[in-house]
């Protein structure tokens, strides 16, 4: 009888999780240009293209055209195909975005496989490049802003809930992730297990717009991914180098970068490290965790301040010169 309540408990925990498919496999064997610390002579590519799989690619400017050097991320189902963002150049004659994604999309009755574009946030270093695509037939630019971004997926009750963007044998789900913009989603291919996190986490500096709303959105991400299988977290930069010193903010080299995957255990820890930032600026681990706002009006307050002492000094010198001429006069 134990037997029989034990298989029958066990089955009972089989039918409880989650039923997943094999995640398609593929590769982040890959060496991102490095930039230059002088750009005017014999610049690098704008653009490098990985290759993650047949169906999936991987999608970065070059430093020495934008210091941001941001990522996208291309997803090609059956009958779509998906880009997340469009990186920090507007111009296709310094970034060929649009006519290098268009290259990447087979052919579906004699033209070019729709194509979505959606964003992770509204920054203008990840939606820049929409222009390059605004005339092109059978692509659909979704707005990063937050009307827009819940009237596209339906989200009813924002940040709750999870949307799902089907591309034809390819479900890539949505999941709201606002902290560091107001609109910030992440998405998880359920077809190779990558999560794309854009600003939100990446292995760099986390800038935090609004703490509650980060802590949420960590636990809302976690949770969801607790479960599935979680092949590499992609972010949106990578501002760190192998030993996971930050590089430089603003330069145009980034020596002995560090790879720009995150692992599945470094996402389930960001609640915990983020149950101890103190709204303002703080340190766990590899990531440094700040509110720019707070910090600019920091900066701004000292200012004031040191502005004020600056003034009183000098009233009190010009005091002290007329006392002392006065002294002289008598």
């Known amino acids: ?62 430093l020495c055209t934008t210091y941001e050097a941001p990522f996208m991320y291309l997803l090609i189902g059956e009958a779509k195909a998906l880009l997340i963002d469009t990186g920090d150049v507007a111009q296709a004659q310094k970034v060929p975005l649009a006519s290098t994604v268009m290259s990447l999309l087979p052919n579906v009755q004699g033209a070019k496989m729709p194509l979505i574009i959606v964003h992770t946030h509204g ?51 949505v999941i709201p992730t606002p902290g560091h913009y107001p609109s910030h989603v992440s998405y ?8 794309f996190t854009g600003d939100f986490f990446l292995p760099g500096r986390l800038i935090i717009d609004d703490a509650n709303a980060d802590r949420a959105s960590a636990k809302r991400l976690a949770d969801f991914l607790r479960t599935r299988p979680v092949t590499y977290v992609l972010g949106g930069h990578v501002e760190l180098n192998r030993h996971n010193d930050l590089q430089e903010m603003g330069s145009s080299v980034h020596p002995d970068e560090r790879p720009l995957p995150l692992s599945k255990d470094d996402l389930m820890n960001l609640p915990a490290e983020l149950a101890n930032y103190n709204g303002f600026y703080g340190q766990s681990g590899m990531f440094v965790m700040y509110s720019q706002t707070r910090v600019l009006q920091g900066m701004a307050a000292a200012a004031v301040v040191l502005l004020i002492m600056l003034v009183l000094a000098v009233r009190w010198m010009l005091r002290r010169r007329k006392r002392v001429k006065a002294a002289k006069a008598s």
């Open 123 to 173: 920054h203008l270093d990840h939606r820049e490049g929409d222009a390059q695509f605004a005339s092109m037939p059978n692509v659909q630019i979704v707005g990063a802003d937050l009307d827009h971004v819940k009237a596209y997926f339906g989200f009813q009750q924002w940040p709750d809930g999870v949307a799902e963007v089907d591309l034809g044998g390819r479900i890539v789900d």
């Open 1 to 62: 009888m134990k037997r029989v309540l034990c298989v029958l408990l066990a089955f009972s925990a089989m039918l409880a999780l989650p039923v997943f498919a094999q995640t398609a496999t593929g590769t982040m064997d890959v060496q991102w240009d490095a930039g230059k610390a002088d750009c005017s002579n014999e610049a690098p590519r704008p653009l490098q293209v990985h290759r993650y799989n047949d169906s999936t690619y991987v999608l970065r400017e070059n």
């Open 188 to 195: 998880y291919d359920r077809n190779t297990g990558l999560a």
